[in-house]
Structures are given as C-alpha cells and as structure tokens.
C-alpha cells in the first residue's frame, strides 16, 4: 500500500503560474523526496529534506516539510512546457528501511 | 541520461512463462534496488541489493526474485507470469545503501498476455 496521498492527482497551470503539489504520509519519516517522471519513464530526483527540515530550495523548486501534519508540499515556480509530468513524493524511515512512493500528481503546463 | 541501463526495454510473454530483467548500475554504484510501477498499485519498492548481499525486501512476491553479481549488474526473475504482473519495472541505483538520491533507469515495460 502507498505510504503517501498526493493532491491534487492531476494539475493543469498555464506556463509561468506556479505549481503546487502536496503530499501526506502516514507515519513517522526520516526522509522524504520528491521525483519527476516523464509519461513513462524513469524518475529523477529533484530533492531531499530531512525530518529535522522546515524547508529546501533548489532552482526553482521549493520543498516545505510539515512533521507535525504529515505532509510535505512542492512548489515550482514559474513554471515551463518541460516541467510537464508527475511528480512523487517518497517517503523512508529508520525503523522501515525501504523507500514508499505516494499515488503521484500529474502536472500539465499549457503552453 | 541516469547513467542506469535497462535491458529489455519491451517485453511481451504469455501467461505461466518466466522472464529475467537485467540492470546495470551507474559506474561505482554498489546499490541497486528494483520496483514495480502498475496503475493500480502505483510504484511499489520490491528489492534491494548491496554489493552482492540482499539488503531490504519489500512487496515482492515469492514468484519473483533477483540477484546482484560481482561486477554489481542485478537480475530480476519473474516466474510463473500472471496477467497481474504486466507492469514497468525500474531498476535503481545509488552509491549508499541508504534510500535516498537514486537514479532511475529507463525501465522494463512487461506485458502479459
């Protein structure tokens, strides 16, 4: 069973709007990371954030870990045509060494 | 371009046969880590290997297995194929054996017929 809920499962933003995605887990992280994948194809990793984290930057990405809520959110700003796909977040733990995916938000960005 | 290769890309079989998916680490990548992506299970961590040792187990079925050699490229046995197993499998490396910072292969996709 996926460890993470992501929201929304589907978002469509003309180019240049920001893009947020959220994502819900359900027991006690050690880390969580958030993946890009293009329609069928391998993921790359877009960043990690620690539990001990409040937030991260990388690029145009912002990553915001809530411990307290169980959730994590990703920000991409001034979004592009290439940043078209869905987007995971993954969760591990000390005490379940393995890595969980959430069910993933498809991004559309509308030229 | 991960730097992890996948082999076959495609794959068609029947139902009850076996099949062998193959994966080459990024060069001086000691782990490797298989998982299933299916549109009603999503992406679900199967197993891991470092260095040669199984490391951590997920929801792999007893039908499946896998093995990591000496020069670190993994195999991943799939027997006894149900339609329930077509799915895209990823190989994964990293260069810990913690689960974070993978590379992502491209994929297997495996249809059962």
């Known amino acids: 069973s996926q460890q993470g809920e992501e929201d929304p499962q589907a978002l469509s933003i003309q180019e240049g709007e920001n893009a947020t995605m959220n994502c819900s887990y359900k027991?006690?992280?050690?880390?969580l990371q958030w993946y890009r994948q293009n329609s069928g194809r391998g993921l790359v990793h877009l960043i990690l954030?620690?539990?001990?984290?409040r937030e991260k930057h990388s690029g145009r990405l912002r990553v915001t870990l809530d411990t307290s809520k169980k959730s994590s959110s990703l920000l991409i700003t001034a979004s592009r045509a290439a940043d078209t796909a869905s987007y995971f977040c993954?969760?591990?733990?000390?005490?379940?060494?393995?890595?969980?995916f959430g069910t993933g938000t498809r991004l559309t960005i509308i030229p | 371009d991960s730097g992890v290769t996948q082999t076959p890309k495609h794959l068609i079989t029947a139902t009850g046969q076996r099949v062998t998916l193959r994966c080459s680490p990024r060069s001086g990548d000691l782990s490797v880590y298989w998982y299933q992506q299916s549109l009603d299970q999503g992406l679900q961590f199967l197993i891991q290997y470092y260095n040669g040792e199984e490391r951590a187990k997920g929801n792999i079925l007893e039908r499946f297995s896998a093995q990591q050699f000496p020069d670190l490229h993994s195999e991943l046995n799939l027997s006894s194929l149900e339609l329930g197993d077509s799915a895209l499998y990823f190989c994964a490396s990293s260069n810990t054996g913690a689960f974070y910072e993978q590379y992502f292969g491209p994929g297997t996709r495996l249809t059962v017929t």
């Open positions: 954030i620690r539990s001990n984290e």
């Open positions: 027991t006690s992280i050690n880390n």
């Open positions: 993954a969760t591990d733990a000390w005490e379940n060494e393995k890595l969980t």
